[in-house]
């Protein structure tokens, strides 16, 4: 991404924060519709069948991909414009480099390993619910059983 030199420092500025606030955005609805399909997936589990698994899963890991993406992209503009600033010998915000590291790269981490854990959660009650479908078939007498008794 070339350096805009034309840019003035209240456009740097808010630019950075612009793009700051954007990943915030994106945190804020990977985590809405994360818990939204945790408990969605927890209250349906009985009727938690093979075709739900497949459809909340491709879904989720999807929509999960592109905020991960957005996020990255997001976060990548920020330290482009905060470089810019610095570039320039402004003081982009007044918290060490190392904090700004470790919440990016924490919020990313989280942002994976939250989405592989419902993943997860998802797979495992589709697993439980099926088991249970089976145990209660295996359970249940036929038409041929019930006329033999």
């Known amino acids: 991404m070339p350096i ?10 808010t630019t950075l924060y612009a793009a700051l606030s954007l990943t915030d955005s994106i945190f804020q609805i990977w985590l809405t519709l994360t818990f939204a399909v945790l408990v969605a997936t927890y209250v ?21 991909a592109v905020l991960l993406i957005r996020f990255g992209s997001a976060a990548y503009q920020a330290f482009h414009y905060k470089n810019l600033l610095v570039t320039r010998g402004f003081e982009p915000w007044p918290v060490p480099n190392f904090v700004s590291l470790i919440i990016g790269v924490g919020s990313l981490g989280l942002l994976f390993a939250g989405s592989v854990a419902t993943l997860w959660f998802v797979r495992s009650t589709w697993k439980k619910s099926a088991a249970a479908g089976e145990a209660h ?3 249940t007498p036929t038409s041929n059983q019930s006329d033999e008794v």
Do not use: D, N
């Open 44 to 64: 349906a589990e009985r009727r938690f069948h093979r075709a739900m698994y497949r459809l909340v899963s491709v879904l989720y890991g999807v929509a999960s």
């Open 4 to 13: 805009l030199h034309s840019m003035s420092q209240e456009s740097i500025y």
């Open 137 to 139: 078939q295996s359970r």
